[in-house]
């Protein structure tokens, strides 16, 4: 056990936990539905997926280096650029935000065994589907999909989804990458009206750990509406030199700092790394400088 | 019986033109995944293989190493058992043109079969090899700088300026010649029915783009290439789907593949021509580790297009030297 790193221990723990709570009330009885519509419950990391994150603050994420710098290069300008507007939230992100999800199962109609459990996803009108036939997943030279390749499976009243054939995205959404040689593993569980939903981020490329995320769903029981996410791309800055990329040089970022100081926390804890993930953490901030705070700084 | 037409016949026959024409073949896997309308993709056979299928024929981009073409050709043969009649070279190197010569002896070498006066012969029954005339010129040696390759892989039909078209199998095919990118020869083939791009080695989403100093290429070719790419893609929804794009390696991509992968060919850019400015030599460039985040992805260590590599031939390129 002492071998374990952090994550698995809280991996150990958290999950069996999660799936023991699901179980105890299983017996020999039919399957679960998620079938509805979900509205997402913001109570959970609320300022991160509402107004969305501070500019610098990785708090909390198991990136590695290179997912530091790249995170540190990137500029929200570069969401005026046209074929960056309608980019979608990959599929282990696009949870988090305001959204609402319509889900239905597809009976094979002679058998009336599930062939795939669909979400229509109302942010970016994104439909997904997660197949349950058993099916394979493609050649590693299938085109890759905002909401990639998932297969599911139930263990017990829990649906576990794995989803490979990501594009690339974010882990945040102020600019720490997630690559598209990343997996996701989740888990749907539903206690009545409530539904949870966990995400677990397998990134070989930019993440050191699994990175292990939560959000809760309640069944609405009225048509919520807003089903629809029309976006046409337009010219938003006239005098652009055609193919610039916005993005800041290595060391010249201005605003990388300004979480640190508005929270009063250590520069070097808003570079996130995985030990900034544990509670543990909190006795070496007790080490670190803290920034001077600044005008308007949050109390 | 023309030499042609027996390896027709073994075509036929055999399921791959094999067993006429001594072709070589591996063992070696070669996937093929449908892409979109009448376009396939070959892969696994030394650079992507982009095919075209329909009522009039086989039109393939690239030839791919040449001890794969055997399992190219079987491969091929699971799509249609019509003829190969275009090939297109999207740039010159051997993982790309390897197995040109090997589909000229199967189906035909419009340099070494006689179609003028020949009753019962003509061009269609040829396999013409279309590329940008730097590729003629890199491959026959024109201007002395590489050894030459036989005759028979040669490209029969070559064009300069801008573009080139081509109508096959009910779509237009669509060749626009990318200037100093990978090298001096790059072509990238629209099939504008189908609504596919084969892109060659301006996109491969297996490491960093290879930049051919010695062959004319650039960085800023490579990202004007990129840039090109999209002016021609269009996403069906939300950035995604839409027309499809075959790599020079690795997987089918979409716009927003191509968009994410010329953002990190132009930040580098940025990166290493800032620390140009700053006066920095090639060491120190490479010290500063320009390209540190996307190393985990597109960085190689050990094999013929490392890192290293990169950053040097980007260095030069910037700078003007070769």
């Avoid at chain 2, 043109?97 to 189906?107: C, D, H, L, S, W």
């Avoid at chain 2, 390696?249 to 010329?262: A, P, S």
């Avoid at chain 2, 190689?300 to 297009?305: F, N």
Wanted: contains cysteine.
């Amino acid at each position: 056990m002492s071998r374990l790193r952090p994550v698995e221990k809280v991996t150990l723990w958290l999950v069996p936990g999660l799936l023991w709570a699901a179980l105890a009330g299983f017996s020999a009885r039919a399957q679960v539905l998620l079938s509805g519509d979900w509205q997402t419950l913001m109570h959970e990391d609320q300022p991160e997926r509402a107004q969305g994150p501070d500019l610098g603050d990785y708090l909390g994420i198991p990136i590695n280096d290179a997912a530091r710098l790249r995170a540190e290069s990137w500029d929200a300008s570069r969401l005026t650029l046209q074929e960056h507007q309608c980019r979608v939230h990959v599929a282990p992100y696009i949870y988090r935000g305001p959204l609402q999800v319509r889900i239905w199962e597809e009976k094979d109609p002679e058998t009336q065994q599930a062939i795939a459990i669909k979400n229509y996803i109302s942010t970016y009108e994104q439909t997904r589907t997660i197949w349950m036939d058993g099916r394979p997943h493609p050649s590693a030279y299938a085109p890759h999909r905002f909401m990639g390749f998932s297969t599911g499976k139930w263990e017990g009243d829990v649906l576990t989804v794995e989803t490979t054939h990501l594009k690339q995205g974010w882990l945040r959404r102020n600019g720490p990458p997630e690559s598209d040689q990343t997996t996701l593993t989740e888990h749907f569980i539903r206690h009545g009206q409530y539904l949870t939903h966990v995400t677990i981020i397998h990134d070989p490329v930019y993440l050191t750990e699994p990175l292990i995320r939560t959000e809760n769903f309640v069944m609405a029981a009225r048509d919520p509406g807003n089903w629809l996410w029309p976006c046409e791309y337009v010219v938003e800055i006239t005098n652009r030199p055609k193919g610039e990329v916005p993005n800041y040089l290595p060391g010249e970022n201005p605003f990388l700092t300004e979480f640190a100081a508005r929270w009063g926390i250590p520069v070097e804890a808003t570079r996130g790394g995985a030990e900034t993930m544990y509670p543990e953490y909190r006795l070496k901030l007790k080490t670190l400088a803290k920034p001077p705070s600044k005008p308007g700084a949050a109390k | 019986m023309t030499r042609i037409a027996i390896a027709w016949l073994g075509v036929a026959a055999a399921g791959a033109a094999s067993a006429q024409t001594n072709l070589n073949s591996s063992s070696a896997e070669v996937q093929v995944l449908p892409v979109q309308g009448n376009v396939y993709l070959l892969a696994g056979a030394g650079g992507n293989i982009t095919v075209q299928a329909g009522q009039s024929g086989i039109l393939v981009v690239d030839t791919g190493s040449p001890e794969m073409t055997g399992t190219i050709l079987a491969a091929i043969r699971k799509l249609s058992d019509k003829p190969v009649r275009y090939i297109i070279n999207t740039q010159v190197d051997a993982d790309h043109t390897g197995g040109n010569e090997n589909f000229a002896k199967a189906f035909g070498s419009a340099t070494t079969v006689s179609v003028v006066n020949t009753p019962g012969s003509s061009a269609s029954q040829t396999v013409q090899i279309f590329a940008h005339d730097n590729v003629l010129a890199r491959m026959s040696a024109r201007n002395g700088t590489q050894p030459a390759r036989p005759d028979t892989a040669w490209p029969t039909e070559t064009y300069i300026g801008d573009a080139k078209e081509l109508y096959f199998n009910g779509e237009a095919v669509l060749m626009y010649h990318m200037p100093a990118a990978h090298t001096d020869g790059d072509t990238i083939v629209h099939f504008r029915g189908s609504d596919v791009v084969s892109a060659g080695d301006l996109l491969d989403m297996t490491h960093y783009p290879i930049i051919d100093l010695q062959r004319g290429g650039s960085l800023q070719g490579v990202i004007d290439g990129l840039n090109r790419i999209l002016d021609i893609a269009v996403p069906a929804h939300h950035e995604e789907g839409g027309t499809y794009v075959i790599p020079g390696h690795g997987r089918i991509c979409d716009e927003f593949d191509v968009v994410e992968y010329r953002d990190m060919v132009t930040i580098i850019r940025d990166r290493i021509q800032a620390l140009i400015k700053k006066g920095m030599t090639l060491e120190q460039v490479r010290a500063a580790r320009p390209t540190g985040d996307y190393d985990p992805e597109y960085g190689v260590g050990s094999s013929a297009w490392t890192t290293d590599r990169f950053v040097e031939a980007a260095y030069r390129s910037l700078v003007g030297k070769r």
